[in-house]
């Protein structure tokens, strides 16, 4: 299970790379606007390497937020690209809201798999 959420995690990263560095008119748009459209995708990167990285999880968000820097800074030489801070706070932000909703996710299925076993043995003798 472990490989399928981290290759799900790459696959996702390097799809929002390649909306961040590809051809404009190669991106995807929707009626979220520019900033409901990076706060998704970083959202959705997020959550998934939060998933994917459990045991490292603040070590992999703190990459994450330099990462995401550089793809906002190599911008700069991408053709009809636009590296912006307002773009770089949106993503690296919404990213690490991933990350937090990863460990809420966590949290809740301990806190469900702890109920459910003490549920099963049922009443202490």
Do not use: K
């Not at 996702?12 to 459209?37: C, I, K, N, Y």
């Not at 990459?63 to 912006?84: D, K, N, T």
Request: glycine share 8%.
């Amino acid at each position: 299970m472990s490989i399928l959420v981290r290759s799900s995690a790459w696959l996702l990263a390097a799809a929002v790379a390649f909306a961040t560095l590809g051809p404009p008119g190669l991106r995807p748009h929707s009626d979220l606007g520019q900033d409901g459209e990076h706060a998704l995708a970083f959202i959705l990167v997020g959550f998934a390497f939060g998933l994917a990285y459990r045991s490292r999880r603040t070590s992999v968000a703190a990459i994450s937020v330099v990462l995401i820097g550089l793809l906002e800074l190599m911008q700069f030489w991408a053709p009809g690209r636009h590296a912006r801070l307002e773009d770089f706070l949106v993503d690296a932000g919404t990213a690490c809201v991933g990350f937090t909703l990863a460990a809420i996710a966590d949290w809740v299925r301990t806190r469900f798999r702890a109920n459910s076993a003490l549920t099963s043995q049922g009443p202490a003798e």
